[in-house]
């Protein structure tokens, strides 16, 4: 009987081509919208950990109550010590210190006299070990334009916008006008090494990044940082294990009353990372209902239109002496099957331009001009073993419910009726 | 009325009401009626005499609204759907106006469809597949498809499908309506053949002067009542 019906679906296009194309074409969206978002979720998390938060972060309590304003007058002191325990208790973890600091760049001409000015949001990052994982998070190679890296003491990177809107090249000497940890003026000269572009347009648009012993000596922070991050090594937020190793760090000094005990948090407690991420799941989900739900309106209404078709097929059928039960059960191994082919293809289109999409991405950065957020210009889709599925079932699901619903008119229907239409 | 072990079907007072808007129609009244096994026998009638009533009641596919129908012994107004499909899987053949055969399959696959709802081994299908077609001539047509044959062609096939389980009773509904002269005699005759050599009965619901010269017996039905029920010396 399986393979007469399987006869039929393949001989009969309207009860076969149409219903695929359709599970097709959704299967393919579903898969395809499934691997974008959860790509530009990736690179979302990827890229606030990378320039913001990393995936654990460790302030003193203080700067971590105010930490949106970067104050570096309460920032961490002694941070090799601090620096070497953490790598000592949570080895999982790379660790390195930053400091972020802000101030005004000042462009001067061959007289001494200022030729061009800026304000300038700046990160000093650990350059002068070549194990720092500041190569690798902030991609600092890849992302030099034009002159080198950071070499000698004094040498800096700018963006590579900000250069060209100063008119400014590698080799040129600039004035960093800033202040103190302790309120302090400080002017201090640097050397563009290179210029950078990291594809963040909040990045591109006006920073600096300097190694973090010459921000430390100009900012007067001796063995001081603003912060400590700690990365996993896979480069893949734990959202379980950061929470473990949060906890377990936080309980060291939860007694204490001290202002500047440090104190971890992970990626997702900072910076409204929460709410964006179950925002986003909650996105997904509803996606994916919608998706079911639409199709199953959709092809309700195919089954319905080949039910109406076919009447004289199944009229014929129960005038033979198939039972109605055997009829709606046969409707619905005709759905299976037109389920599995119509979700298998589209789970393989919709793998072809997710991978293409992943492998190539796309553009948003004309959109992201003024974005402020730490996201990439390039949204690429991820693949995960999450996306094989994540349209094979509910393509299933919606062929067997739309089938399932359509074909309940048969059982509403008078055997006698039925026959009757037969003959009209 | 008295019936003999050789009676597969009797109708006792039957009458079958339907409802037309405020009003009832009775399509059937109290009729009476019994049929032996090999019967070649016609209910014959006007247009709305109530033989393709009668029809639907004694295949199963409808019930009466009062009065009893047994047919090779099983009350019709006491089945269930799934015993009336087993009834009419097992043992009736259905042949309609219009063929009604399965566009999307072969003559062949059409023929076997009964046999597979019937959970016959492949190898016993295809043997009485290809007797059905040879009995009605079409064993060379089995990989056609409907579209590939003619009216009276398309007509055998219905009859092979009828006729492939070899059902006690086979109900042909104006089995003739839209063939023309030799096509309706050929099929006739095939159906003759069909009931002299199985012993299949067959009841026709017609008004085709062509069908009822073929009968053995005719009842003629008018406003739902059996008017007459003669026996006739066929002209074969």
């Known amino acids: 009987m399986i393979a007469f019906l399987w006869k039929g679906i393949v001989r009969d296009r309207s009860r076969s081509l149409f219903p695929v194309l359709i599970v097709t074409i959704g299967v393919m969206l579903t898969v395809f919208l499934h691997a974008y978002i959860h790509g530009a979720i990736t690179m979302l998390i990827q890229t606030t950990a990378h320039f913001n938060t990393g995936h ?98 004094g040498d800096i990177l700018i963006a590579d916008g900000l250069a060209t809107a100063l008119q400014i090249v590698p080799g040129e000497t600039i004035t960093l006008i800033g202040s103190t940890m302790n309120g302090s003026m400080s002017v201090t000269n640097f050397t563009i090494a290179g210029t950078v572009r990291f594809g963040v347009s909040a990045m591109d648009r006006g920073t600096i990044i300097a190694d973090l012993s010459d921000i430390q000596a100009a900012m007067d922070m001796q063995n001081g940082s603003g912060e400590i991050l700690g990365f996993f090594r896979d480069d893949v937020y734990h959202m379980d294990q950061a929470d473990r190793i949060t906890k377990a760090f936080n309980a060291q000094h939860e007694h204490s009353i001290d202002e500047f005990v440090p104190v971890m948090g992970t990626l997702r407690t900072q910076s409204g990372m929460a709410d964006y991420l179950d925002l986003i799941d909650a996105y997904s989900g509803v996606i994916i209902g919608i998706f079911v739900f639409a199709m199953s309106i959709v092809l309700w209404n195919t089954g319905l239109t080949g039910s109406l078709r076919r009447y004289g097929e199944i009229g014929v059928r129960i005038a033979i002496g198939e039972e109605k039960g055997h009829v709606y059960r046969s409707m619905l191994v005709e759905s299976v099957f037109v389920g599995i082919i119509g979700s298998s293809f589209g789970t393989m289109f919709g793998l072809a331009i ?64 039925l026959f009757k239409e037969l003959e009209t | ?156 096939v219905a009859i092979a499908r009828a006729i492939v389980k070899k059902p006690e009773i086979v109900l042909a509904d104006e089995p003739t309506a839209n063939l023309d002269a030799a096509n309706s005699h050929n099929i006739m005759k095939t159906m003759v053949d069909l009931n002299k050599e199985l012993k299949t009965t067959f009841i026709f619901a017609t008004h085709d002067e062509k069908v009822i010269s073929y009968l053995d017996r005719k009842v003629t039905l008018f406003d739902g009542q059996i008017e007459k029920d003669e026996l006739r010396e066929p002209a074969r």
């Open chain 1, 56 to 153: 654990v972060r460790v302030m003193t309590k203080a700067y971590a109550k105010e930490a949106d304003q970067i104050p570096n007058d309460l920032a961490l002191l002694g941070t090799d010590t601090l620096l070497s325990s953490l790598q000592k208790q949570f080895p999982e973890l790379s660790w390195t210190p930053r400091i972020r600091f802000g101030g005004l760049l000042d462009v001067p001409d061959k007289n001494g006299e200022t030729r061009a000015q800026s304000p300038v949001f700046g990160f000093a990052v650990d350059m002068k070990n070549g194990n720092s994982p500041e190569w690798n998070m902030l991609n600092i190679k890849n992302s030099v334009i034009r002159g080198t890296v950071p070499a000698k003491r």
């Open chain 1, 354 to 417: 997710a991978y293409y999409v992943q492998e190539h991405g796309i553009n948003i950065g004309e959109m992201m001009k003024n974005n402020s957020m730490m996201m990439s210009n390039v949204i690429r889709a991820r693949i995960t073993s999450f996306t094989y599925i994540i349209g094979f079932l509910p393509g299933l699901l919606a062929t067997l419910l739309g089938t399932a619903i359509s074909g309940i008119g048969i059982y509403k229907r008078q055997t006698a009726q």
């Open chain 2, 1 to 156: 009325m008295e019936i003999s072990n050789s009676m597969l079907i009797r109708t006792e007072r039957l009458d079958k009401i339907y409802p037309l808007g405020p009003a009832t129609i009775k399509a059937l009244d109290n009729v009476s009626l019994s049929v032996a096994k090999g019967e070649f026998l016609g209910l014959v009638g006007p247009s709305g005499s109530g033989k393709t009533t009668l029809l639907n009641i004694i295949g199963s596919l409808d019930s009466p609204s009062s009065g009893s129908a047994l047919v090779l012994g099983n009350r019709i107004e006491l089945l269930s759907h799934k015993e009336s499909s087993r009834l009419r899987n097992d043992h009736i053949g259905f042949i309609f106006q219009t063929f009604n055969l399965l566009p999307v399959y072969t003559v062949y696959e059409n023929v076997e469809f009964p046999l597979l709802l019937l959970g016959t081994p492949s190898a016993q299908r295809t043997k009485m597949v290809m007797q059905a077609l040879e009995w009605v001539g079409l064993a060379g047509r089995a990989k056609s498809k409907p579209s590939q044959l003619s009216g009276g062609q398309s007509q055998r």
